[in-house]
């Protein structure tokens, strides 16, 4: 199984990015996705994630509304908005193998490269 997150970039402070993660291999359908950042010097932290129907979604605390998770075909996608330059960090998508959403990063089998968000102030 393989997984591809895609979308990140530079933006400024209260725009917008939207995140793709594809992933390749088994069915999609097959797999819980999760989403999560890390920034330097700090640990990877849970942002969303989404069950294998997409009827089920959990968010992190630090969200309060500004992100939301879906997912269609072959891919689930991390809608960003009112970003803040302390959400700079390398994004990263990840998929389970279990039917169960989860918010801890070693509950996930799968992990992609990342892709880096960078804010502006």
């Known amino acids: 199984v393989q997984l591809q997150a895609s979308g990140g970039g530079l933006v400024q402070a209260g725009g917008s990015l939207r995140l793709s993660c594809t992933v390749y291999?088994?069915?999609?359908?097959?797999?819980?996705v999760g989403w999560f950042r890390q920034a330097p010097g700090k640990e990877r932290e849970f942002i969303a994630t989404?069950?294998?129907?997409?009827?089920s979604t959990s968010y992190g605390d630090f969200m309060k509304g500004r992100f939301a998770i879906s997912r269609a075909k072959s891919r689930v996608t991390l809608q960003m908005n009112s970003l803040k330059p302390e959400d700079t960090a390398v994004y990263y998508c990840?998929?389970?193998?279990?039917?169960?959403?989860?918010?801890?990063?070693?509950?996930?089998?799968?992990w992609g490269q990342g892709t880096q968000v960078t804010v502006s102030s």
């Open positions: 989404i069950s294998r129907s997409g009827d």
């Open positions: 990840a998929a389970r193998d279990p039917a169960s959403i989860a918010a801890r990063p070693d509950n996930y089998n799968y």
């Open positions: 291999g088994r069915t999609f359908r097959d797999y819980v």
